[in-house]
């Protein structure tokens, strides 16, 4: 048995070193400064293959990927086959105790969106995380730790929704679950970065048995390179594999969940696991400068909100402006505080409230927003409300992106919201669970773990869906063709992370490696200050941004891990680009 463990780490570590290797920087296929690239911000050049790539945050994920596009599985095979995969490689965010959202474009240019995003448990309601005095209740029991903070899993029913209605039918749910079953019974090598994150993440994890004793080694905590193995979840994936989808929310695994949760006053029943749907949805349209952008819809505010922002800023001329100009900041700030302003006051869950969506998308409610930005000074947040859009109508994600040999692309954002979900690993099934419910207003006005400052709309409700800010997105040529997919982590700052490297591409013509490690900034309405990245501004640029009236704060750490996918317009190659602030993630192409 050792000995298979042991080729399994050999054997991903030799196609990581092939692949990415003869990808990154030794090969015939990496072109970095060759012809097409005529922008000289340094960065290498993206990925390049003939037929097919995945990007994502893991290099190991990315590989079961395309080995499931040249068993000649389409991308939403290899989407499921990486999310499992993912759920193994990056606990930190990879799930099936969590939700999330997967864009699909077809190559007969239809798109839809897959949510399944977690659900409120029918024991939740708008005081469930408010203690006597009507204060937020901290730590065991609040919303982001512990037990209560976990909202119905989604990916599951997610996941066989996509293959039964957009998979090849070539490759069955069994064949896409087996990577992952392999990885978590076999183990996989722990990175630099993995082992400390594990690590960083203790005080999150030990408090529960299994996640202490699988995640933290009982403990004596993992080393770089020692293998981590999940003999638990390797029997829920096996389960998953023989039973089906069903299993999960109505076999062994849902009972061990309701089990575990009533053993410690958790609020999801088997009731809850058996009701849980997932939900195709009518994805968001509209243009950038003639390019077509689909995005996420509620319970995303990712596609509105980004939306809203491009379509203020497609009035002025960024392109004139440098790109590490204050100028481009200060009108990039601007239509941040704007569209998040309108966030926080509209977006929910559009089954239960009135969102309007269409009214924030409108291209002459943007002007009407335009006239209220001064390209000579800042506005403040306090002045700034939410709008008045027309016309109501009815830390740690992640993101990959998949296009196949025939054009089909996958955008997949999923998550369990903090690295590492609630801490809970629900008892003998390996699962680490989500604390999705802070994505809810715990208590409206009052900010939530990202500083997010959330209305009545996005207030806690059984059977609602939290609001997100994930953003899977397609941007087409003005043919209507593919251009790329693109997506992120980072919570509010992911639809600003979109938009930058949209912008980057669309109005400086960097390629999409150059935009995806350009620096970002970030502005969120409350509070009111523009963070940046670390060696991400020029003194003279934050001098600038300050004589406008802007404030300025350093983060201590990156911001996002945007993984995307662009369509070289005369050869069809796909270009693959993987976010450098993500630590082991890969573009890996075949
Ligand atoms: O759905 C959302 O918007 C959040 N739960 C995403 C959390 C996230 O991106 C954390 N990653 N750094």
Redesign the pocket.
Known sequence: MKHNHINLALRFTLVFFLTVGSFAGYGFHHFQGAGELTVTAASRGPVRAPHGMVASTSSIASQVGVDILERGGNAVDAAIAVAFAEAVTHPA?GNIGGGGFMMIRLKNGKATAIDY?EMGPAAANRNVYLDQDGNLIKGEGSSTIGYRAAGVPGTVRGMELALKKYGSGKLTWAQLTEPARRLAAEGFPLSHSYAASLRGNSDLLAPYEDSKRIFLNNGKFFKEGELLRQPELAATFARLQKYGPNEFYEGETARLIAQDMKRHNGLITLADMHNYVAKEREPLRSTYRGHEIISMPPP?S?GAVLIEMLNILEGYDLKSFGWSSADRYHLMTEAMRRAFADRAEFMGDTNFVKVPVAGMIDKKYAASLRQTIATDHASTSAEVRAGKPPGYES???THFTVVDKDGNAVANTY?L???YGSGVTAKGTGILLNN?MD?FAAKPGTPNA?GLIQGENNAVAARKR?????TPTFVLRKDGSLWFAIGS??????INTVLQVITDIVDYDMNIQQAVDAPRIHHQWLPDEIAYEPYGLSSDTKHALEALGHKLVSKPRYM?DAEGIMIEEKTGVRLGASDPRGGDSAAIGY
């Open positions: 965010a995003r995303s990712g830390e740690e994600t998550t919201n903090g690295g999705e994505d990202y939290p609001l997100s800010a994930m982590p980072g919570g509010p700052t992911i996002g």
